[in-house]
């Protein structure tokens, strides 16, 4: 039976909407052509035209028949597949879809991500709302429930009563096959079974899924219509979809087919323009306009836009003669502007240079400028209909009328402005950095604003703009960083013909791909920043161009290239003379001492220590860490603890983010080796700090911490899926030396197993790695040392080993450290044997 679309009564207002019969008919055609088959609405049409208010129109005119829910992606939560697939399974589970295999597969990604954690009604994602999770908690009456495919399906078949449920449960090739997968092949398993129930549940009864906001998953598009992958896990679920509609919203046509071809036999493009001329004529009647002739004359000069519409509302309301005397979308602004006192045009016309403003914003620009600043001024512009309302007292201007209100500032009033702008978002970030009052933005907006102004007042130069970026990371971590890159780039793409943009352009340049690649190695992602940076022989005489190169030969450190980034390091070091030695003396220090020469790299530490001033926290705090580094690497613990404390004061006072997060990172690896249940806890806190973060490098590194501590609780197989998630995420770092480090100790693992073979293998290959990066000879010793007491020594351990002995140079003698490692051997190895 084929299905009807819900009609029901609207108001005029909800006309202007709704009224798109092209759209309509067209969502009627597919809406009843639902089958088997893969379909996609694309909605398309410009900022503002109404996409967001249509989509809620056909989600009502959709008949019972058919199961609903929506995906907005404005909320930045739904942008991660996650997030966005619980929110779609609770949505569609309300209204009765069974969504058993997914949620066994949902609930093992969890636990993946989670391995610390019991799964449990309190921890557990939809425990209460999935009854086959809730049943199977419930069978186990208390008892540890960790959360594998194969130990959740044999649960199931204990706990689930349906016969026919079961057997699909106990049956499905997908669920038997979770626990061999890596964490992104779960990822797309957990979207494929989402899939599968849905296209079991539109046997019985079809769903529309609506999607709003594309364009704010993928703000732009790279050249052919590619997208950096960020909208990647959207594509592989909508692509499996079948037996459902799904309608999309975007400003441009979805350019998918430039992935596969396939998309566009799936795709189906309905742009919307303006509104058509009865829904125009009813908004404007709807809003006193009532004589015929000016509702013509205003609606034909709209051309369909609401907010040219609106604006001619706002002129009537002022002015009814002149709202009518206007033939154009310009005209109407034109109109309207008008009937406006000239200083609060002139006002206007300034605050269009901001992209928000505020009260504070407004009295300043109108002091600038000799303007009304006084409170009737500022309720009256923001009480028109084009000021959009923010939280806490902000707006901003719709961009068709920020569009019409510069088109009639001089090159230099502008540059006024965005100065005076630059001011006040740099006295509004003093103010936050204190503590001193609510300012009602996002902690990473002021300085982000400050630059931008900065670039477009032109009186900004590349070292400021580090100082800013390097700010703004201590108060509110990266996302205030890449968005000043993604100014910078803007304003680079069209530069102005001046002589400050023809004298700083390379400069600035410079700064931002700096800015680019040190944000870049914070997520770990060493090729990229390696790939940024193909030629580190330039001058390093600029805080900007050393800070660039050190962050190319950090990659390379990453990257196993030890050599070579030594060289570059100990060049700035030589070199530079500015702000950024400090940052080169720490470099020098952190590759010797890897290297093994520990005693060289704390006497350069100190060296370095002595140089910062007292006001430089953050670098001061990042010695400290590296000597309690150096300290747990030579397994002197209670030494590493007192400087961790020491190093997290340091970042306490300046409230660095980074800092503070990677001081979670380290407590954890030092707790797996003295409080190994307290470690487990702290590296749970660590994974949601440096998730937030997305330092993919510091999450490999927090694994292994967990791993190793579970290891040491006897928690086997917690320990497994620890490991495995620490190698995805050094791997995806590029993070060879910290993925040889993690297989170390899995070897350990594989020992209690009773592995010994692959113990043994495991071993070879990290002491290869050490030797092949040039890094931590004490750990090749180390794992000598174990293979040694467990019957495992070969000849190439023994020859490591020797070759390791001449590189060291430990604080004290190499006895101690011998005894030292003798005692955390014997932690890791006589723990599972006794």
Sequence with gaps: MPIRPRYRRVSALQRQFFNREELLATYDEELAGISDRLRILNVVGVGGIGKSRLLQELRNRTPDTCRTARLDLQLPTLRQQEDALAVLRMEFGSQGVKFDRFDIAYAVLWQRVHPQLQMDRKNTPFAEDSEVLSKILDDAMGLPVFGTAAGLVRLTGRAMANRQRRQRIEADPTLQELDSLSNAELGHAVSYLFAEEMRQSAEERPYVLFVDAYEAMVPTPLPGGRSYGSDAWLRDLLGQLHGGLTVLASREPLPWAAYDKEWETVIRKSRIDGLPMPA????????????????????????????????????????????????????????????????????????????????????????????????????????????????????????????????????????????????????????????????????????????????????????????HADRAVMMSGRQARDGMIKDIRDFLASPPATPYALDALPGIRDAADCLAAESKLELGDASAVITMTPALDMPVRSVVSARLALAGANARRIAGESSHAASIFERVWAEHTGEARASAGLCVADIRMWQGDFAGAFALAEEVYGICASHER?????????????????????????????????????????????????????????????????????????????????????????????????????????????????????????????????????????????????????????????????????????????????????????????????????????????????????????
């Design 280 to 467: 125009r004529l009813d908004l404007l009647a709807q809003a006193g306009i009532t004589e015929l002739p000016k509702q013509r004359t205003i609606a034909e000069a709209s051309a369909g836009v609401p907010f040219y519409l609106h604006l001619a509302v706002d002129t009537h309301a002022q002015s009814p003669a002149r709202a009518a005397d206007a033939g154009t979308a310009e005209e109407i602004v034109q109109r309207f502007l008008q009937h406006v006192a000239p200083d609060e045009v002139r006002i206007l016309e300034l605050l269009s240079v901001a992209r928000t403003f505020d009260l504070g914003m407004f009295r300043a620009i109108g002091r600038s400028f000799d303007l009304p600043a006084n409170l009737l001024t500022w309720e009256s512009l923001t009480a028109y209909s084009f000021a959009y309302p923010l939280p806490q007292g902000w707006f901003r201007l719709h961009q068709l009328m920020v569009t019409a209100l510069q088109h009639h500032l001089s090159p230099s009033v502008k540059r006024h402005v965005h100065a005076v702008v630059r001011q006040y978002w740099e006295a509004l970030a003093d103010r936050m950095e204190t503590g001193s009052g609510d300012s009602g933005v996002a902690r990473s907006s002021p300085l982000r604003e400050a630059v931008y102004h900065g670039l477009h007042a032109e009186d900004i130069s590349p070292e400021q703009i580090q100082k």
């Design 618 to 834: 953050v670098s001061r705090g990042d010695l400290k860490r590296l000597m309690h580094l150096g300290h747990r690497f030579l397994m002197d613990f209670t030494k590493a603890a007192d400087l961790l404390a020491e190093a997290e004061e340091e970042y306490q006072a300046v409230g660095a983010v980074v800092g503070l997060a990677n001081i979670r990172t380290n407590r954890a690896e030092l707790l797996a080796f003295t409080d190994p249940a307290s470690a487990v806890a702290e590296a749970g806190a660590a994974l949601d700090v440096q998730r937030d973060l997305g330092a993919q490098h510091e999450l490999g590194k927090v694994y292994t911490a967990m791993a190793v501590a579970q290891l040491r609780l006897g928690q086997l197989d917690r320990a497994e899926v620890s490991f495995r998630n620490a190698n995805a995420a050094l791997d995806q770092a590029g993070y060879r030396s910290g993925r040889a480090r993690a297989d170390m100790f899995r070897a350990f693992l594989l020992l209690r197993r009773g592995e010994r073979q692959a113990t043994q293998r495991l071993l070879h290959h990290a002491a290869r790695e050490f030797e092949a990066c040039q890094v931590y000879p004490s750990l090749v010793l180390a794992i000598h040392g174990a293979a040694e007491r467990t019957g495992l020594v070969t000849p190439e351990l023994v020859a490591a080993a020797d070759r390791a002995r001449p590189l060291l140079r430990p604080l004290g003698t190499l006895d101690d450290l011998n005894r030292r490692t003798d005692e955390v051997l014997s932690m890791m190895l006589d723990e599972g044997t006794s």
